[in-house]
């Protein structure tokens, strides 16, 4: 067995983590008070920690609200035992996540608590006669929780995955529930004083009880969109089986189009979008003849009459499903040309939606690096020298710099497995390579020197 320097300081400063929380843990069992308030509030961490709220596709953890009160309730102390008392409830996870995930909890807990006494945050019944200074203090508490958390996760982050994983952290985990969170912070006060004013443990119930049904209402919507998304994926496969050369050509378009979508630092819900826009794009084509597009050679005008309807055909499978509503430009367009001369629409420059313009570079793309029929794939770097010929008349310049400058840099796995080009087709273009020209095939620097 190899020793990994990096396993082993990984190991190192999740052991040095947790030793810095047990100590928290014995310090804060020394200061707490009144046991049976905290034993009740632990159980109701408890049973927080085993319900999860979605919000944005991410899963907040409900126990911060319960947290946020206990420093009102119990004092700061008492949190941090809630913290840990919380933390014995984890999904299934390899053994030193789970002691990472139970001391990363103490210590943010910790910290807020430091934060929560040094600005003299009340404690109990005090709390009705300094409500502003309660709003201030569980605020600055609910932010060094959160800061906290942030900060020991991209630690190990950054041993385990590098600086791209902190990266990638911050930008889909970070960004987008830092609000929902101080919101959850502003609930755990609402809780504490529920709690003081004679409700006790069912204050827990009342809470976090309507997040609970907002929970399961939005369990049923994702349900409902997953669902959505396998039918899509079986109209994929269904187009897939009509030409075995261009199978996984959809998923592809999709990573790639994720790729530049991370690059140009598009919101979560953008990014998902848009990778459904590359998995969806040629979705059309199921309503094509299997014999124009297993056609061997150039198609003829009515064949590819055929072929430009597939965008508009695209649009009415995709039309009625709401979560794919910015999904519909991007199928429909994506054959358009940055010229002016592509397809339905013949829209020219930034009148192409922004989608579309991405979708038709990475379509291109993975079409020339994949083996065809009627040829066999080209190289990555070949690829990339014909997208950079072709912007301006094909392609939106812009968009296939950061392409090309994405590729250079992460890498692309082209396609594998494939069927060699058949030997008896004597078309050395066709109607799926690089763009449409008026009469089928292709055209620009894809098809090469004139004949």
């Known amino acids: ?25 014995v310090v804060a069992l020394v200061e707490a008070r009144d046991p049976l308030v905290v034993a009740g509030l632990c159980l109701v961490a408890l049973i927080a920690s085993s319900l999860r709220s979605v919000h944005t596709q991410r899963q ?21 035992i809630v913290a840990a008392a919380g933390s014995f409830v984890q999904a299934p996870a390899p053994k030193i996540k789970l002691i990472f995930n139970s001391a990363q909890r103490v210590l943010s807990a910790a910290a807020a608590a430091v934060a929560y006494a040094a600005l003299g945050g009340p404690v109990g019944d005090e709390v009705f006669s300094r409500m502003p200074d309660a709003l201030i203090a569980t605020t600055a508490a609910s932010v060094v929780l959160q800061v906290v958390n942030a900060l020991l996760v991209s630690m190990v982050l950054s041993l385990e995955r590098g600086l791209s994983g902190v990266g990638e952290f911050f930008r889909h985990v970070v960004r987008t529930t830092a609000i929902p969170v101080l919101g959850y912070g502003l609930l755990g006060l609402s809780m504490a004083v529920v709690w003081l004013g004679g409700l006790n443990i069912f204050a827990g119930v009342l809470i976090l009880g309507p997040l609970l049904v907002a929970r399961w209402a939005l369990s049923q919507y994702e349900a409902e969109r997953l669902a959505q998304a396998a039918t899509m994926r079986a109209f994929i496969q269904v187009i897939e089986t009509k030409d075995l050369y261009t199978r996984g050509h959809s998923e592809r378009v999709s990573e790639g189009a994720g790729l530049l979508g991370r690059h140009l630092r598009l919101s979560a819900d953008r990014q998902n979008a848009l990778e459904h826009a590359g998995l969806l794009h040629d979705v059309g084509k199921v309503g094509v003849p299997t014999s124009i597009i297993r056609k ?87 690829t990339l020298e014909i997208l950079l010929k072709d912007r301006h008349s094909h392609f939106d310049p812009e968009l296939v710099d950061a392409f090309v400058e994405v590729i250079t840099t992460r890498g692309w796995k082209a396609a594998e497995d494939q ?33």
């Not at 397809?343 to 313009?357: D, E, M, Q, S, T």
């Open 60 to 80: 907040i953890e409900l126990v911060s609200v319960v947290l946020v009160a206990v420093y009102v309730i119990a004092g700061p102390a008492a949190a941090v």
């Open 419 to 451: 069927l060699p080009p058949d030997a008896t087709v004597q078309a050395s273009i066709d109607h799926d390579d690089l763009s449409l020209g008026s009469g089928g095939g292709a055209s620009g620097s894809a098809a090469g020197p004139s004949a």
């Open 1 to 25: 067995m190899t020793w990994d320097p990096r396993v082993t300081t990984l190991r190192l400063v999740v052991a040095l983590t947790a030793v810095v929380a047990f100590t928290a843990f």
């Open 296 to 382: 061997p050679g150039r198609l003829d005008d009515a064949e590819m009459d055929a072929i430009r309807l597939h965008p508009a055909r695209g649009v009415e499978l995709i039309g009625n499903i709401p979560f794919l509503e910015e999904v519909k430009s991007a199928v429909l367009h994506h054959h358009e040309k940055y010229d002016g001369s592509g397809y339905p629409a013949g829209l020219a420059g930034r009148n192409i939606p922004y989608f579309a313009r991405i979708i038709g570079i990475v379509d291109a793309f993975d079409c020339l690096t994949s083996t065809r029929s009627y040829r066999p794939a080209r190289s990555v770097e070949e």
